[in-house]
């Protein structure tokens, strides 16, 4: 037998060299050191002592791994160090009870640590894991290497023995990540799920869907959809569920709950609401005047008659500059005129939703009376429900007779005090100037009537009067301030532009810091320029006034996309419908009075439930742009009997959206008038060019006619549509369609680049050249 040396011995039973050189002192061996040779006796005695644990020493030293997977599987006394692990060693019932195969006795000793070098010893620091894993490789993978690389094998890693087994080995890789198996069988343990308590109250904004309910009352969503079950609603998890629902399942759980209201702070009318802070601190303020009336009744002399007479005063020649209206003072009292031409402004802001005139004063000519253009004024006004003050101008006229101006009026529903109405005449000369002074008077009077009001304290806002590109000065706007005061340097939001006011200039040309309610200024600085009857409203800083601006510009773009839903004959029955039209507002205008008046009257008549007609305004004569900007602000339909919209009012109801329809026949307009307010006129069709053709080549076929062989040069041709043959330019004929086939096939459609043959109805007289345009009738969907 070779002998061995000390070292040797205590290398190959993993003790050390000491420990073996004391046991054989303690069987009286004396060997001088390590490297004395060991006899058959000495090795005999020692083995009694270390032999038979040999692999136990081996595996149970943790810094000599790399031997201890060799023996791992059968070392018992493994069990005894690490309770855990190992196979022989499960405690835990479920799995070692499981896995009767796993331990380590199973095995032949070594067998499998043989083959897993890589496991135990290097990767786990913790020898004793070599133990721990005796299903890996040896059962499950033949291939010992294998099993190396699956550390999360088996049923080591169950919930509750998993901690043991993984004594950090594992190259540190965290207990079971990345390996499926051991993914799903670290998921703890399913616990008894506490639920959350219910909110005391949710609020909502519109709607909320199943889910977001769930979530805001701390609940499944199975949960919800199991009570809207109950309650006879079948729903899904993202179904949106109204204002009813949501509360039928808050109040099924005792939550409180609150719709929200949010504010678009976009919308520069919600500034224009009043509150209480706006109403606290609130002073008169002077009125705001608008002067309609009829062509050459005096409507410029009477503004210029104000002016030169109340603003010059002390300011010789001091108007330099025309900013579209101008401010008076009477009786230590002001007055301010919108100093625009006609009623032209006047509708457009009342048309964009603005409201700024609190008084109008109707011109008549007392040598005319009243005309069409004043009864369309006194419309305006009625509709606005803006008070009139009559000015019977031209009293220095000899044919002046204001009494014929004051009997008509009645009949128009002014009727003077004099005569037992309540409204104001005035009798004026304004090119004299004479009568002014009373007029003006009169002005407060109503003015006084209506209680003007406004906070000059507040940040301010009001309307665009009028603006336009300066050259120089770039975007110049004329501002009326409504409430508040505006000052130069404020972050203001005009329509969809903002910017800072960088200059005010007052109406008689002087620059102003400030300028506060009914006051006109006119400011630059914006961005953009807006537009008249736009609302500017001042913000508190820069930054809030260009995001708002910028989104008010972004969804302007946006609105131009979609165009305003304006009633309409054809969208009537639908806004009926929906309960945004309890009244139908009608203009009607005829070739004669005669007529107007009947089909007014007949209009009058008509009864459908839900819905009253209301004639605001009736003349005779073309449909011009004054009815169309009416129509525009109040939402009314035009009727034209014998009579056509002229250029200007056509372009008008073209960009307002405005419904035009014209009759020569009676009974039709209302019929037409009523179908349409029961929802029920026929289908309107357009025609859609789908495609065209060139003939190339012709063929007559007796019997058939002539076929015209054709390229479809553009778009496609179908069966079923309708042809028109062009020839130089001209259309020669136009029907249907006979045959269409490709070769000698019919075809349903013939595409761009293709060939076909073609016959029309009736019509043979088709030659080489001539174009071939097929088109479609379809139906116009109502809006
Ligand atoms: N005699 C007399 N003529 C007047 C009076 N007021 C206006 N006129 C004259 O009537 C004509 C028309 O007056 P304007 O002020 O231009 O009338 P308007 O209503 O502004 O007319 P348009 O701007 O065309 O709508 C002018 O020639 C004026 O001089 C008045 O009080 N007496």
Redesign the pocket.
Same mark, same amino acid.
């Given at each position: 037998m070779t002998k061995i040396r000390v070292h040797e011995y205590a290398k190959k039973v993993n003790r050390t060299s000491k420990e073996v050189i004391d046991e054989l002192a303690k069987n009286n061996v004396s060997v001088s050191n390590h490297m004395a040779t060991l006899d058959s006796e000495a090795v005999s005695k020692l083995d009694r002592k270390f032999a038979g644990n040999t692999s136990n020493q081996q595996t149970s030293k943790p810094n000599t791994s790399a031997n201890n997977t060799n023996n791992g599987q059968k070392n018992n006394r493994q069990g005894g160090n690490r309770p855990a692990q190992g196979g022989q060693n499960r405690p835990t019932g479920g799995q070692g009870g499981n896995r009767p195969a796993q331990g380590g006795q199973n095995r032949p000793a070594g067998g499998q640590g043989g083959n897993r070098p890589a496991q135990g010893g290097q990767n786990r620091p913790a020898g004793g894991q070599g133990g721990n894993r005796p299903a890996q490789g040896g059962q499950n993978r033949p291939t010992g290497g294998q099993g190396g690389n699956r550390p999360a094998q088996g049923g080591q890693n169950r919930p509750g023995s998993g901690g043991q087994n993984r004594p950090g080995g594992r190259g540190g890789r965290p207990p079971a990540k990345g390996i499926n198996q051991g993914r799903r069988r670290y998921r703890p343990a399913p616990q008894p799920k506490v639920e959350q308590p219910l909110p005391e109250k949710i609020t909502f904004y519109e709607s909320l869907s199943v889910a977001e309910l769930a979530q805001k009352l701390h609940r499944e969503p199975s949960e919800i959809i199991k009570k809207l079950f109950m309650l006879g609603v079948m729903a899904t998890i993202n179904q949106e569920l109204d204002q009813d629902a949501i509360e039928l399942i808050c109040a099924d759980y005792g939550v409180e709950v609150e719709e929200e209201i949010r504010i678009d702070v976009t919308d520069l009318e919600i500034y224009f609401e009043e509150s209480e802070e706006t109403v606290e601190g609130q002073t008169e303020r002077p009125p705001v005047v608008t002067i309609m009336? @009829?062509?050459? @009744?005096?409507?410029?002399? *009477?503004?210029?008659s104000i002016r030169n007479t109340k603003v010059t005063q002390g300011e010789a020649g001091g108007i330099t500059q025309h900013i579209g209206a101008y401010q008076i003072e009477e009786h230590g009292k002001k007055i301010t005129f919108l100093d625009t031409?006609?009623h032209a402004a006047f509708t457009t802001m009342r048309a964009r939703g603005a409201k700024v005139t609190d008084l109008t004063i109707l011109?008549v000519?007392a040598d005319d009376g009243v005309m069409p253009q004043t009864i369309e004024a006194i419309n305006h006004a009625k509709a606005a429900e803006v008070p009139i003050i009559v000015a019977v101008?031209?009293?220095?006229?000899p044919t002046a007779n204001p009494d014929r101006v004051m009997q008509e009026l009645t009949e128009h529903g002014l009727v003077a005090e004099d005569w037992g109405g309540d409204t104001i005449f005035a009798p004026?000369?304004? *090119?004299?100037g004479?009568g002014i002074d009373h007029l003006l008077e009169m002005v407060l009077l109503v003015a006084e009537v209506g209680e003007l009001k406004a906070n000059p304290a507040i940040r301010a806002r009001g309307t665009v009067i009028e603006a336009q590109l300066d050259r120089g000065r770039g975007s110049v706007a004329t501002l009326l301030v409504q409430d508040g005061t505006l000052h130069v340097g404020d972050p203001i939001v005009v329509g969809n532009t903002y910017g800072r006011v960088r200059a005010m200039i007052n109406d008689i040309g002087r620059r102003v810091k400030e300028a506060g309610p009914s006051t006109p200024v006119e400011i630059t600085g914006l961005s953009d320029v807006p537009q008249a009857g736009d609302r500017f409203v001042v913000f508190e800083d820069e930054k809030t006034a260009r995001q708002i601006g910028e989104s008010r510009a972004g969804e302007a773009l946006q609105e131009q996309r979609v165009e305003k839903t304006r009633v309409t004959l054809d969208n009537l029955f639908d806004q009926m419908k929906q309960g945004e039209m309890k009244e139908l507002n009608l203009i009607v205008k005829a070739d004669v009075q005669g007529t107007v008046e009947a089909m007014a009257a007949s209009l009058m008549k008509i009864e459908v439930e839900g819905v009253n007609v209301k004639i605001i305004h009736t003349g005779a004569g073309a449909i011009n742009e004054s009815d169309i900007s009416l129509a525009a602000a109040s939402n009314a339909i035009v009727i034209g009997f014998n009579v056509r919209p002229d250029v200007n009012a056509k372009r008008a109801a073209e960009e307002e959206g405005v419904d035009i329809r014209q009759h020569r026949v009676i009974y039709k307009v209302i019929e037409e008038i009523e179908s349409a307010m029961k929802g029920m006129l026929d289908p309107e069709y357009e025609e859609k060019v789908i495609g065209q053709l060139e003939v190339r080549e012709t063929f007559k076929v007796s019997k058939i006619g002539t076929i015209a062989g054709s390229y479809v040069t553009d778009g496609k041709i179908t069966r079923d549509s309708s042809v028109r043959i062009i020839r130089d330019n001209i259309v020669i004929f136009e029907g249907e369609l006979d045959t269409l086939k490709r070769f000698k096939d019919d075809a349903k459609e013939v595409a761009k680049g293709y060939e076909c043959g073609v016959t029309i109805k009736n019509f043979n007289d088709i030659k080489e050249g001539d174009i071939i345009e097929a088109y479609v009738m379809e139906e116009i969907k109502r809006v």
């Open positions: 009336g @009829h062509v050459d @009744h005096g409507k410029t002399t *009477l503004l210029d031409p006609g011109v000519a101008n031209k009293m220095d006229k004026i000369s304004a *090119l004299k004479e």
